[in-house]
């Protein structure tokens, strides 16, 4: 958890150092970022230091690819921004308490969530072409309730690893009988 309060600091780093930046530089620090995340998947087995380079730079670039749209809407309505950012901290907090105090198995609410996931980017791509009313309410709506779910396993995940992680344990003791 400490590893991605870090990414989520340089996250903000990113996105201040980024705010003056036009949105095509913002396209090109999000398929950095990217690049970055499928190394990642490579690194992690290999080195665990390139791999936490790996995943601070995720956020920087992940930051600096959100900041022409955050200071858009900083210019345009500040008090939007700081409400999304309150309100997000509070859904992640909230449902990662609850993911991570949970004992029961959460793992067929993952694949549940996956599939109304993609259920999801279906009805995305069906509303650009057929008007369906309220269909952006829907959308968030669902959108939240998807990925509550997928954060409530996640917390419960990273508790399970970090329960059956092996102990490190001093090594044996010879014994010497005379």
Do not use: E, H, K
């Not at 958890?1 to 870090?6: L, P």
């Not at 398929?31 to 087995?45: H, K, P, R, Y």
């Not at 390139?50 to 900041?67: K, N, P, Q, S, Y």
């Not at 609850?98 to 993952?110: P, Q």
């Amino acid at each position: 958890m400490g590893f991605v309060a870090v990414t989520a600091g340089l996250f903000a780093l990113g996105a201040y150092l980024g705010r003056d930046l036009s949105y095509g530089w913002g396209f090109v620090a999000y398929i950095a970022s990217f690049a970055l995340l499928i190394g990642l998947n490579f690194a992690v087995q290999r080195s665990q230091q390139l791999a936490m380079g790996l995943l601070f730079g995720f956020g920087v670039l992940v930051g600096i690819g959100t900041a022409p749209t955050i200071a858009y809407y900083a210019s345009t309505n500040p008090q939007s921004v700081w409400q999304a950012g309150g309100a997000t901290a509070l859904f992640i907090a909230g449902f990662g308490t609850a993911g991570y105090a949970t004992r029961r198995d959460l793992s067929g609410l993952a694949r549940a969530c996956f599939w109304a996931l993609l259920a999801l980017i279906v009805f995305g791509i069906v509303t650009i072409f057929v008007n369906i009313p309220n269909g952006a309410l829907i959308y968030s709506i669902a959108g939240l309730v998807i990925f509550a779910g997928f954060t409530l396993y996640d917390l419960q995940r990273l508790r399970r690893l970090r329960t059956f992680a092996p102990r490190r344990s001093s090594p044996p003791r010879s014994s010497s009988t005379s």
